[in-house]
């Protein structure tokens, strides 16, 4: 009998780059390398491409998943050198230089490990059946049903008290995810919503905002957080500073030894990295992202990236580089260079350095908070350039015309074009 045909796989002598995560680092390292030598595949468990930071506005109905997602093998469609694979990374096998999907183990010349990060409960996983956070699709179309279905319920509800929780929403953690969600909740109730209703006055729910540092953005200005705050309560907004919660349930939620009974409540405090850490049996910080060296390899496995929220990265000031999408993007070209330098024999790049061009986060309609260094912004220009740079970075021609047309008509009508209630039976 002929022996089976070797597959193209088996005889290619260019390097094999896998690169597990089609996120923003592992997305950016797989294009770059697209005139590079190599033959690349990018893992995902998903097959989609999600721009996170509007994820928000998905679950308060504001735009559609499909928006903000594209698929992974559609935006690498032209790209010769790269194969997709969709699949669930189980472990790595690092002396062996393979990445295990379940049972199916893909080796690799060169790893790079793009996997992002997970919210995390600080030891209290059972708090996330009652205070979902966001981080998948799934996560925004189930908060967005049980945000309205908790005004469904309280218009079919006869008892004062039940209304009152139903209508009040707790957001957990004031980073720019629990601003952005606290701002487009009160604006779903007071505006999108006011007059669609006969027996509750939605313009009346409660939404409390929680922060257990001394302000809001932490990670902005001075002046920029206390804007920001000064914004949300001008929504009408609850800003709590100072206190944690120490219990959510079923019922609601304790906050400083009160308890507040709310039907809703959105966990956007803390994150936790993905399992890399576990996989190459590596050192890790805190939040389980793996510490790598100046030029994003594992010590001992120069192998092998790390990248984006996985990665623990320090800037020249010794802080770690914050868990955002321009981080990730850099180190994703970064370690493309390295690859392509490595290949093409030629001397390394010089050490990652993380450049920080602007931190920016929206509280409503008309307001937001932008900080480019010397200049800081708030109110109506830093909303208008949020809008430029997040319709600027979507991936996509058609998701920034849907995002922009979305948005124009949300501006004009006050709608919210995605009031769908999925996933949840009655
Ligand atoms: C709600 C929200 C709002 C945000 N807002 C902003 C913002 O306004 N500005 C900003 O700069 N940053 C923002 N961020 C942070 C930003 O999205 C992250 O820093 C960025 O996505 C990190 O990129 P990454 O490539 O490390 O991971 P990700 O982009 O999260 O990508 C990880 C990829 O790995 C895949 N994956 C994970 N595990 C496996 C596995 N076992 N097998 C196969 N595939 C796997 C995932 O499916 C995913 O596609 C926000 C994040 C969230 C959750």
Not at 157 to 170: A, G, H, I, K
Not at 181 to 198: K, V
Not at 207 to 233: D, M
Not at 384 to 393: E, I, K, P, R, S
Request: hydrophobic share 45%; with cysteine; glycine share 10%.
């Amino acid at each position: 009998m002929l022996p089976a045909p070797a597959s193209p796989a088996a005889t290619d002598r260019r390097q094999h780059i896998v690169i597990i995560g089609g996120g923003f680092g592992g997305l950016t390292a797989a294009l770059a390398l697209r005139n590079v030598p190599v033959r690349v595949t990018l893992i995902d468990r998903r097959n989609y491409h999600l721009f996170q930071p509007l994820l928000y506005q998905v679950a308060t109905a504001g735009l559609s998943p499909a928006d903000i997602a594209s698929p992974i093998r559609g935006i690498l469609r032209r790209q010769r050198n790269t194969t997709v694979l969709l699949g669930k990374v189980t472990d790595i096998d690092v002396a062996g230089k393979a990445v295990l999907i379940a049972e199916r183990r893909v080796t690799y010349d060169q790893l790079v490990i793009a996997t992002g990060a997970r919210h995390a409960y600080f030891n209290h996983d059972e708090w996330e059946r009652f205070a979902p956070g966001l981080k998948k699709i799934d996560d925004a179309t189930d908060i967005r049903g049980r945000i309205l279905l908790a005004f469904e319920r309280a218009e079919n509800s006869s008892d004062d008290r039940e209304r009152r929780r139903l209508l009040t929403f707790v957001i957990v953690g004031g980073g720019p995810t629990g601003v952005e969600m606290a701002g487009a909740i009160a604006e779903l109730a007071r505006r999108a919503l006011s007059t669609d209703f006969r027996n509750i006055d939605p313009r009346a729910a409660r939404v409390v905002l929680v922060e257990s540092g001394s302000r809001v953005l932490a990670a902005f200005p001075e002046t920029l957080s206390a804007a920001a705050k000064r914004a949300l309560e001008r929504l009408g907004v609850e800003v709590l500073l100072g206190t944690r919660v120490s219990r959510c349930g079923p019922e609601g939620v304790i906050i400083a030894n009160d308890w507040i009974e709310a039907d809703t409540i959105i966990w956007a405090a803390g994150v936790m990295a993905s399992a890399a850490a576990k996989w190459l049996g590596a050192e890790q910080d805190h939040a389980g992202r793996v510490v790598v060296e100046c030029d994003l390899t594992l010590n001992g496995h120069p192998e092998i990236f790390v990248i984006g929220d996985t990665a623990l990265v320090k800037a020249a000031d010794g802080k770690p580089l914050p868990g955002i999408a321009p981080v990730a993007k850099q180190q994703g070209a970064y370690v493309a260079r390295v690859i392509a330098a490595r290949v093409g024999h030629r001397p390394a790049p010089a050490p990652f350095r993380y450049r920080h061009f602007c931190t920016m986060a929206t509280i409503g309609r008309k307001s937001a908070v932008a900080d480019f260094g010397k200049l800081r912004l708030s109110g109506f220009i830093a909303w208008f350039l949020w809008g430029v740079v997040h319709v600027y970075f979507l991936v996509g021609f058609r998701n920034r015309v849907a995002v922009l047309m979305g948005w124009l008509w949300a501006y004009v009508t006050f709608e919210r074009g995605a009031r769908l209630i999925t996933g949840h039976d009655l």
